[in-house]
């Protein structure tokens, strides 16, 4: 019963792994998807400059929240 349990327990695990990968991955997408929005805005340079500072925040999050996944599951 003690091996079941553990084949449960990391088959648990590996599904929460895969799903907030993905949530991860979306994340990724959405910020490639706001940069081809911007990219469409006819905006005066010092709106650009902020369109890129806050997708490179976007960015920079999402990257510590990948480096924490990888963490925990490791």
Known sequence: MGLLKIIQ???FQD???ANDWNTIVELFNV????KELFNCLDV???REVEQRILILNLEKYVCS???YIIEKYS
């Open 65 to 67: 929240l990948q480096n």
């Open 15 to 17: 599904y929460e792994w």
């Open 9 to 11: 327990i990391e088959d």
């Open 44 to 46: 005066p340079y010092l």
């Open 31 to 34: 910020i490639k998807k706001l």
